[in-house]
């Protein structure tokens, strides 16, 4: 009797979610380290960039979908795209930032193309409104209504979710007085 | 929710913004006349609310919590800053702008220390904390165009951000530990079960990352340079509000999480934690005070000692297993934060009035002959520098007698702590020596020519600031009872509300 195709394939269910947390965590050290240790900035950004990644991974391991989502929208997309626009625009000389190579425009126009097309074959292909699965998947279950209620409930952390804006507003502030020009010069 | 519990934080709140709003709107040729005004009267406001109108009880459901301490707290928050307005004054005066932004972020810092001995939570603290230290980044920094205050703004930002991320990984660890971050289920966590070693560490990291706050050895080197380069009110600022602040926090920690531990195994290991912090720290304040020549600098470094005197009476706190000398070593370090802050403000209100003649702080030049250029502020500095040493009757003299007084209540049930009070007095006799030589400076010695005008005109605003000062300072020293059954009821209140 020949064993059937599936008990051919190891059962990983036990050892999957250690294993996905080590390298999620490994990313991430290795990363951490990596930017801070990079002696070109550039370099530092990207390894932040994984490190980021690598502990959003992380939060989504915890069912933390909400403050995964955040970490990615918020570091990713919004702190470390400012960080390295800041670096390009402040106009350092090219070897200072890790981009003396010349810069090779064929492979970033190819590698661009292909993933377009790809892109572009796999939204001609799908058609979301027919696929059976997405109807047959159960309600989400997500932190962010709670996250939400928590927040905003008096008895739990109204508190201190008032003084965040207060202490934002400071932040506001503070920044704006630093890096605001001197009226005489503008 | 009992809103009515928190209006005196509100009132700031409100008044913070008032002042930039105020200032935004005002003509360019009045600039900076209300902003002080409105700062002053919001904290003065806030300061009979919370004095006159004495609020008791809880409010969001037990997150904010009105009592004895909280009170205490409060009200050396909202005072002193009408003090540190009074300070200010003269010095925003001369500034070209910026007067709202001064004013409002120091409201809103204040508003993070009002809240510190409120809140009954990690989460809260920890908001409140970085409420209070964000602010002192901007402050610091705040004479943009001038590179030491750039630099202190800069310094006080990488130190503090380290010193953040310690105390926030301790409280997370601590929660992951505990499963709360209520202080009452942590309390009971450790009464129940004791320290697991997740436990220990995440304490240990929240207490090293308040260390950081305070100055204590060896988490100070940025002290020094962040009192120099940052503007002399501010500095004022950072040595009284932020380090009563950072103690108050001390005490609440130490409470919560490391005296229901005294007695046991892990109790004695935080009583060296706290022991050999407040020795370093006492010893290497006061010595490395001896060779400074700029005023500033002395008073950064005399600042780390007197953060070791309040950190004996915290390691006798742990030490002992009798709960009246507890609160008796509560009381000593609540009454040596209340004469500090007393202090440090007149100390650093002299300074910030003799570095407007714009000759620097250097000791033998700016304050060389200073009785004779200003004899009021030779005076009230003289006191001053009496009180920091805790020569009688000078209000640091009751912090330091109670401060002992608590050591040798402790030292019955845990000997080893007398070694602590012997490091303490050898740093008495250490700090007279460099506080005299100023005193010689400014008494002693006629007055260089390189140290500015013959006479020092002595701003309104700091007239009023050095004489409640000197009333305080003579006064406390002499009938410190008030005072002192008040610190004595938030120390009370302190351990009956955990």
Avoid at chain 2, 205 to 225: E, I, N, R
Wanted: aromatic residues 10%; proline residues 5%.
């Amino acid at each position: 009797m020949t064993p059937s195709l599936a008990s051919l394939i190891p059962d990983l269910t036990p050892v999957l979610p250690g294993l996905v947390f080590w390298v999620l965590a490994g990313l991430s050290v290795v990363s951490a380290v990596a930017a801070a240790m990079a002696p070109k900035i550039v370099h530092a950004a990207f390894g932040l960039m994984a490190a980021f990644f690598g502990v959003a991974g992380l939060y989504a391991l915890l069912g933390a979908d909400f403050l995964s989502l955040t970490q990615v929208v918020v570091y990713v997309g919004g702190i470390l795209v400012l960080l390295v626009f800041g670096v390009l625009l402040t106009g350092r000389a090219k070897a200072q930032l890790g981009l003396e190579k010349p810069v090779r425009v064929g492979g970033a126009v190819a590698a661009g193309t292909a993933l377009l097309l790809g892109l572009l074959l796999a939204i001609g292909k799908s058609d979301l409104s027919r696929s059976p699965w997405l109807s047959d998947l159960p309600e989400p279950q997500g932190t962010t209504h709670a996250i939400g209620r928590a927040l905003l409930d008096p008895e739990q952390y109204l508190l201190p979710f008032e003084l965040v804006s207060v202490f934002l507003l400071a932040a506001l502030v503070g920044a704006a007085y630093l890096v605001r020009r001197r009226r005489d010069a503008s | 929710m009992n809103l009515h519990l928190i209006l005196p934080e509100i009132v700031v709140v409100a008044g913070g913004m008032l002042a930039v709003a105020v200032d935004l709107l005002a003509p360019a040729s009045r600039k900076g006349r209300a902003a002080p005004w409105v700062a002053g009267l919001a904290l003065l406001a806030a300061t009979l609310l919370v004095v006159l109108g004495r609020p008791e009880g809880t409010s969001f459901f037990g997150h904010h919590r009105s009592d004895a301490f909280s009170r205490f707290v409060r009200a050396v928050a909202t005072g002193g800053g009408v003090l540190l307005v009074l300070i200010s004054a003269p010095y925003t005066r001369r500034m070209d702008r910026g007067h709202g932004e001064f004013y409002g972020l120091l409201l809103f810092a204040l508003v993070g220390v009002m809240l510190v001995g409120a809140v009954t939570d990690l989460m809260g603290l920890f908001v409140c904390l970085e409420l209070l230290t964000i602010t002192s980044y901007v402050l610091a920094a705040f004479k943009r165009t001038d590179v030491r205050s750039a630099e202190a703004g800069l310094k006080y930002l990488v130190v503090g951000a380290v010193s953040s991320a310690f105390l926030l990984f301790g409280v997370a660890t601590v929660y992951g530990a505990a499963g709360s971050v209520e202080f009452a289920s942590l309390s009971a966590h450790v009464v129940g079960k004791g320290f697991s070693p997740l436990l220990a560490l995440g304490t240990g990291m929240m207490l090293v990352g308040l260390f950081f706050k305070v100055s204590a050895v060896p988490f100070h080197v940025w002290a020094p340079d962040v009192y120099q380069g940052a503007p002399t009110p501010v500095t004022a600022f950072l040595s009284s509000v932020s380090k009563s602040a950072g103690f108050v926090l001390l005490l609440r920690v130490a409470s919560v999480l490391v005296v229901p531990a005294a007695g046991t195994a892990s109790g004695d290991a935080w009583v060296s934690f706290f022991g050999v912090a407040a020795s370093l720290t006492l010893l290497y304040g006061n010595l490395a005070a001896i060779p400074q020549k700029d005023v500033k600098r002395l008073l950064a470094y005399s600042s780390i000692g007197h953060a070791g005197y309040m950190l004996l009476g915290l390691a006798a706190l742990v030490a002992t297993a009798d709960p009246t000398v507890r609160v008796d070593a509560a009381t000593a370090v609540l009454v040596y934060v209340f004469a500090y802050y007393v202090t440090t403000t007149t100390a650093f209100t002299v300074v910030a009035v003799v570095s407007a003649q714009g000759k620097g702080h250097r000791a033998e030049t700016a304050y060389a002959g200073l009785h004779r250029r200003s004899p009021l502020l030779a005076f009230a500095m003289l006191l001053a520098l009496l009180s920091l040493a805790g020569v009688p009757p000078m209000a640091g003299l009751i912090g330091k007698f109670l401060v002992f007084w608590s050591v040798v209540g402790a030292a019955q049930s845990h000997p080893s702590v007398v070694v602590l009070g012997l490091v303490g007095a050898l740093g008495v006799v250490l700090s007279l020596y460099y506080y005299l030589l100023l005193i010689r400076e400014m008494y002693a010695k006629d007055p260089s020519p390189e140290g500015g005008p013959a006479t020092i005109r002595v701003p309104a605003a700091a007239r009023v600031s050095v004489a409640i000062g000197i009333a305080a300072l003579v006064g406390l020293g002499i009938y410190w009872a008030p005072v002192y059954d008040v610190a004595r009821g938030a120390a009370e209140a302190l351990f009956a509300s955990r």
